[in-house]
């Protein structure tokens, strides 16, 4: 391979993982303004700031509770989501059915709410939280699943036509 090639290569190499961080970033965000949203008009018991009860003073801090503990933790969701962005291109990358994307949302949803119920103090159990909450916080992580799924397929797809 000569030179210029090898260039232009790495620099494809480079404007994918852009593309990775980006869909990752923007899932997150996407993810977790519409469950803050979903807090706010009431259709689920908790927003995105439900993370800060994983921190050991969340009880005597009360901005964690209120709005800036919400937008920080907006800002936290959506860069967490680019590492599950990146696990997502290296385990599933080639996977081309939309279902799969939402069935990697959903299980992400079993892993945060059953699986990982346990670690966050205050939130109710799948049974205790009512059909509600669960059908909307599916949704989401169904969406984002999708979102985050197809993004990736596509711009490898791209990437391996050299187009991207």
Do not use: C, D
């Amino acid at each position: 391979m000569m030179r210029g090639e090898s260039s232009k290569a790495e620099n494809k190499n480079t404007k994918q993982k852009g593309y990775i961080y980006s869909i990752g970033f923007f899932g997150g965000l996407f993810a977790s303004l519409t469950a803050y949203i979903a807090h706010i008009i009431n259709f689920v018991p908790f927003g995105p700031g439900m993370i800060w009860q994983l921190w050991p003073t969340y009880e005597q801090t009360a901005w964690m509770r209120r709005y800036p503990g919400h937008l920080l933790s907006i800002v936290l969701i959506s860069l967490l989501s680019v590492f599950i962005a990146w696990l997502y291109y290296a385990l599933f990358r080639k996977k081309q059915n939309v279902w799969f994307g939402i069935w990697f949302g959903i299980a992400l949803w079993v892993l945060l709410f059953i699986g990982l119920h346990s670690l966050i103090p205050g939130v109710k159990s799948v049974h205790e939280l009512g059909w509600n909450t669960n059908i909307v916080f599916l949704s989401i992580f169904a969406l984002y699943g999708l979102f985050v799924g197809y993004s990736i397929y596509y711009e490898s797809e791209l990437h391996e036509k050299g187009r991207g």
